[in-house]
């Protein structure tokens, strides 16, 4: 939280750097404040936004303090935390950390377009909304299969098994849509499921759908008079769809 040194010009002979007294190292200035770190009440886990307009970069958050860079439109930069007053700090390229005015509104356009989302597990609707994207997603999957049935094939065999491994296969569409201060990265149809994919860990996907009523278990399973739905953690191949799923089928 402190340190004290000496400042000492660097090799390049332009950069300063605090020589540690206790003689074990050096700290590029340019990480280096002599006031007190702002409270981040959101962690952003260096979430890429790309700027939609050009924008000005704060030493601190308050727009009385120095700016320290411009960002034209365009540019692509990692949000670390949403502060107490509205500013997200975000990672300069030259080190040490920057501030952007109207923290809100970036983080809204960062997460996307809201999304609605009425889930019941005990008909497996995700709410009108995202029904409509499966209903979309469905009439693609038969019309694909609708293709495979009519092409030529060597045998009778070799079109049961074209039209078998369609079957079993999941269909998967990105997105990147905000609900309640989480994003929704994708959709996809299983065999015998739908599911809805979250960037945010369970944890954080867990606490919000129990703040909205819904009664999740300890295993993450939510009840349903005929279906089996739940919310986890993804693993092996779904893992490059979102770090969280809430999903529902038989």
Same mark, same amino acid.
């Given at each position: 939280?402190?340190?004290?040194?000496?400042?000492?010009?660097?090799?390049? /002979?332009?950069?300063?750097? #605090?020589? !540690?007294?206790? *003689? =074990?190292?050096?700290?590029? $200035?340019? %990480?280096?404040?002599?006031?007190?770190?702002?409270?981040?009440?959101?962690?952003?886990?260096?979430?890429?936004?790309?700027?939609?307009?050009?924008?000005?970069?704060?030493?601190?958050?308050?727009?009385?303090?120095?700016?320290?860079?411009?960002?034209?439109?365009?540019?692509?930069?990692?949000?670390?935390?949403?502060?107490?007053?509205?500013?997200?700090?975000?990672?300069?390229?030259?080190?040490?950390?920057?501030?952007?005015? /109207?923290?809100?509104?970036? #983080?809204? !356009?960062?997460? *996307? =377009?809201?999304?609605?989302? $009425?889930? %019941?597990?005990?008909?497996?609707?995700?709410?009108?909304?995202?029904?409509?994207?499966?209903?979309?997603?469905?009439?693609?999957?038969?019309?694909?299969?609708?293709?495979?049935?009519?092409?030529?094939?060597?045998?009778?065999?070799?079109?049961?098994?074209?039209?078998?491994?369609?079957?079993?296969?999941?269909?998967?569409?990105?997105?990147?849509?905000?609900?309640?201060?989480?994003?929704?990265?994708?959709?996809?149809?299983?065999?015998?499921?739908?599911?809805?994919?979250?960037?945010?860990?369970?944890?954080?996907?867990? $606490?919000?759908?129990?703040?909205?009523?819904?009664?999740?278990?300890?295993?993450?399973?939510?009840?349903?008079?005929?279906?089996?739905?739940?919310?986890?953690?993804?693993?092996?191949?779904?893992?490059?769809?979102?770090?969280?799923?809430?999903?529902?089928?038989?």
């Amino acid at each position: 939280t402190a340190v004290s040194g000496k400042m000492a010009l660097g090799e390049d /002979g332009t950069s300063d750097w #605090l020589e !540690l007294e206790d *003689g =074990k190292g050096f700290i590029g $200035a340019v %990480n280096l404040s002599e006031t007190q770190p702002p409270q981040i009440a959101k962690a952003l886990n260096d979430k890429v936004w790309t700027t939609d307009k050009a924008i000005e970069v704060w030493s601190q958050p308050d727009t009385s303090a120095p700016i320290v860079d411009r960002l034209a439109a365009g540019t692509q930069v990692k949000l670390f935390g949403l502060t107490a007053n509205d500013y997200i700090e975000i990672k300069l390229k030259r080190g040490g950390v920057g501030y952007l005015a /109207g923290g809100a509104r970036i #983080l809204s !356009l960062a997460n *996307g =377009k809201p999304i609605a989302l $009425a889930f %019941n597990p005990n008909s497996c609707s995700f709410g009108p909304e995202i029904d409509a994207m499966f209903t979309a997603m469905g009439d693609r999957i038969r019309t694909k299969y609708k293709e495979l049935e009519n092409r030529d094939y060597a045998s009778e065999d070799e079109r049961n098994r074209a039209l078998t491994a369609s079957e079993g296969k999941s269909t998967f569409e990105k997105l990147q849509r905000s609900y309640e201060g989480l994003t929704v990265v994708g959709i996809a149809q299983h065999y015998e499921s739908n599911s809805v994919y979250f960037a945010e860990p369970a944890a954080q996907v867990i $606490a919000l759908l129990r703040s909205k009523g819904y009664k999740i278990g300890k295993n993450g399973q939510i009840p349903s008079a005929d279906y089996a739905a739940g919310v986890g953690a993804t693993s092996g191949e779904w893992k490059a769809y979102g770090a969280t799923d809430l999903s529902c089928g038989v």
